[in-house]
């Protein structure tokens, strides 16, 4: 059978905290800072004080507003026969970031991100066999911020079949976006039931939006686009430092922003995302290795799925600032709680440092994590073929099995084979050179790097995203900004 899921809130409790997060929404409500949707939300009935840009939501309208959001969609690559359904049932992983600063793969010094290092990381997860998606999961400090992302979008589509996500940044960048994406995939109709691109809407906690935020959650649900709406909450700051509490205001934020996206379009798939953890109460720092961040993210998916929407949730965080025990530590808890929770997509791959840090070899050691975290979760299969009982009478005492048609048939089925787990005798592991998982790592990371071919796109599509990225360059980072003030 399969590992029964984990559950840290009973059937009462979710209950309790849905009641009171519709009281949170109807009575203290949400700061909407896009007037436009305050508009939109007023034109449907809700109470707006606009001096405040305070929205607030009836009980009702809450209930019928989430209702409108999808249970189910396909994920695809840029590949669209790569597919990935997403429900409360069906389980992916995906990268995490965004990294600004990495551990260099060939000096191990730390260093600013490069546009290399963004292209590696997109190049390593073509490759990696347990990872569905990258998420900009790297942010290059050396070029253009105004054109990272169009940059990206295009390094993606010759690098990485896989699906690919970024930030919903505004105006400018979100419509680039969804426009490039339609260069990709051939066209509004092919993105209309297949997506190859999620996008990360971050919410303001306590209570609040972030206007680029709101202005990129518009344009995805205008164009059918997939909105992983996430709180960044952190228990003892900008959330109650309860965790019950917490939850209360994170539910309330991410249904206030799952009902935006439907009142723009109706149907717009979403995630019911978390991104909430704990503060470092001394500093007021983030946590995202803490155990209570996987208390968080099991809690969240539960909430997801009381509501029939599946959800996204952080793992495999650590704060620190080494490839050492506590990162190891810190990553499997995490993802261990959220994966046996039954989250839905779950972003973790390859960071330190709060997921501003990172490296290309902790991508291939999470990938290999994964791996292990689903043939846990796969559990034990008891069938007569799996009790093996002809077997073991055939064998008999002092028997061996290695040779058994038996075994060879189903071992490897039964047991997760790693690249970069030792599990040799001590003179084999000496003789090949005493090497550690990190350094199998990155020898992993540097031999997929090195045999990696550009994948071959149309002349017709490369020059149009070479015109696009154009395009952009000729902006200033003035134009980028002004999209936002003037709306």
Request: charged share 25%.
């Amino acid at each position: 059978m399969k590992i029964s899921k984990l559950e840290v809130l009973d059937a009462q409790e979710i209950k309790i905290i849905h009641r009171h997060s519709l009281e949170v929404l109807a009575e203290v409500g949400i700061k909407v800072e896009l007037k436009k949707m305050r508009q939109l939300l007023a034109d449907l009935g809700c109470e707006v004080n606009e001096t405040e840009k305070r929205v607030r939501f009836k009980p009702d309208f809450v209930a019928e507003y989430v209702k409108k959001a999808p249970r189910e969609f396909t994920l695809c690559g840029a590949d669209p026969g790569l597919q990935w359904k997403i429900n409360p049932e069906t389980q992916i992983f995906g990268g995490l970031g965004t990294l600004i600063n990495i551990s260099d793969l060939e000096t191990g010094a730390y260093r600013p991100t490069t546009f290399q290092d963004m292209t590696n990381h997109l190049i390593l997860f073509e490759h990696l066999d347990h990872i569905v998606s990258n998420q900009m999961d790297i942010w290059p400090n050396d070029i253009p911020m105004h054109t990272i992302h169009v940059e990206a979008i295009r390094s993606w589509a010759k690098n990485c079949r896989k699906s690919f996500g970024m930030g919903a940044y505004g105006v400018m960048a979100t419509r680039d976006m969804m426009e490039m994406l339609l260069l990709v995939a051939g066209g509004r109709e092919a993105v209309k039931n297949k997506h190859p691109f999620a996008t990360i809407v971050s919410i303001q906690s306590p209570l609040a939006t972030i206007q680029a935020q709101l202005e990129g959650l518009m344009i995805l649900a205008e164009y059918g686009q997939p909105a992983l709406v996430s709180p960044e909450a952190m228990a003892g700051t900008t959330a109650p430092v309860t965790l019950a509490g917490l939850l209360v205001q994170h539910n309330a934020e991410v249904l206030a922003h799952i009902i935006m996206a439907q009142a723009v379009n109706p149907g717009t798939p979403v995630l019911y995302g978390s991104v909430s953890t704990v503060a470092e109460m001394k500093a007021g720092t983030t946590t995202l290795g803490a155990v209570e961040t996987g208390l968080i993210s099991a809690a969240c998916t539960q909430l997801a799925h009381s509501y029939d929407i599946p959800c996204r949730v952080v793992a495999g965080g650590t704060e620190s600032k080494s490839f050492d025990i506590q990162c190891g530590v810190e990553r499997v808890r995490t993802m261990l709680m959220a994966a046996m929770a039954g989250a839905n997509y779950i972003t973790c791959v390859g960071t330190t440092e709060s997921s501003i840090a990172g490296g290309h070899e902790l991508a291939v050691i999470d990938n290999d994590l994964i791996g292990t975290v689903k043939r846990a979760l796969n559990g034990i299969e008891v069938t007569d073929d799996t009790l093996a009982l002809d077997v073991i009478k055939k064998v008999g005492p002092n028997g061996t099995y290695i040779m058994e048609s038996h075994t060879l048939e189903h071992f490897k089925q039964e047991l997760f084979y790693s690249k970069i787990v030792d599990q040799d005798k001590r003179e084999t592991w000496e003789k090949g050179g005493r090497k550690g998982m990190l350094e199998r790592a990155r020898e992993e990371a540097r031999n997929i790097l090195a045999n990696h071919q550009e994948i071959a796109l149309d002349p017709k599509l490369l020059k149009e995203l070479d015109a696009y990225v154009r395009l952009a360059a000729a902006r200033s980072l003035d134009d980028f900004y002004a999209a936002e003030w003037e709306s």
